[in-house]
């Protein structure tokens, strides 16, 4: 679907807590899903992937769930850091069979962490 | 590894001029290519599939004479605004994907911001 709007989605945690972000895609045939983390004038920045084979994939300070009954993701960041701020996106991906096709990206999020 | 460059980093231009960028993965070779676009505070669009020596793919009212994909070789696609206007100033950004992975997380390029005056 089209991005609009021309305000993020804000969400501001305190340095040291945990974070939740959370994203709904929209394609019910979507099979891999991205979180990418977007600092200002930057290109994104992979951070964790999940294939809809699995509901919930961890990495270092971070985890996705998937939940497909109702096209949900979440990114749960552990320990947040000042340097977690930024703006982070889901992104979705079709698996065609045949094709590689480009991604479907949220509208993204916001993280401020307060010192 | 999997480091994608892209180049300029930023350009200005006068209304009606072209322009091009360079999208180079530096480590991988990437068969396709993606070009997106991001308006301030928005979120990427996909504007293009671009695929080592065939025609590229635009996504729905992307004018693909105004943004022409040349992607000649493993390593380097390019995209040209032509006859750009002020509407068309705008960060755009480069993906790539690593030659046979069908399904494969995508790495960005640091992204060019283009300004038409």
């Known amino acids: 679907g089209e991005n609009v709007g021309l305000h993020l989605p804000t969400l501001s945690v305190q340095e040291g807590d945990n974070s939740i972000i959370n994203c709904a895609y929209s394609?019910?045939?979507?099979?891999?899903f991205i979180w990418y983390k977007q600092e200002s004038g930057k290109g994104p920045q992979f951070i964790i992937d999940?294939?809809?084979?699995?509901d919930k994939r961890q990495g270092q300070r971070v985890t996705v769930l998937l939940n497909k009954t109702v096209k949900h993701l979440s990114l749960q960041i552990a320990a947040t850091q000042p340097g977690d701020s930024a703006v982070y996106f889901c992104?979705?991906?079709?698996?065609?069979?045949?094709?590689?096709?480009?991604?479907?990206f949220g509208k993204g999020t916001h993280l401020i962490i307060q010192p | 590894g999997a480091v994608v460059s892209q180049h300029p980093s930023w350009v200005i231009c006068k209304s009606g001029t072209s322009v091009k960028i360079e999208c180079r993965s530096l480590?991988?070779?990437?068969?396709?290519m993606f070009w997106y676009r991001q308006f301030p505070k928005q979120s990427l669009m996909l504007m293009a599939t671009?695929?080592?020596?065939?025609?590229?793919?635009?996504e729905q009212g992307v004018e693909k004479d105004k943004f022409l994909i040349n992607h000649a070789s493993l390593t380097l696609s390019t995209l040209t605004v032509t006859s750009a206007h002020p509407e068309d100033s705008s960060f755009y950004i480069c993906?790539?994907?690593?030659?046979?992975?069908?399904?494969?997380?995508?790495?960005f390029g640091p992204g060019t911001r283009l300004l038409v005056l």
């Open positions: 992104a979705e991906n079709l698996n065609s069979g045949g094709g590689a096709d480009g991604l479907t």
């Open positions: 480590d991988f070779q990437a068969t396709t």
């Open positions: 394609n019910s045939a979507s099979d891999y």
């Open positions: 671009s695929n080592e020596g065939s025609k590229a793919t635009y």
């Open positions: 993906s790539a994907r690593r030659a046979g992975a069908q399904q494969e997380t995508q790495y």
């Open positions: 999940i294939r809809s084979n699995m």
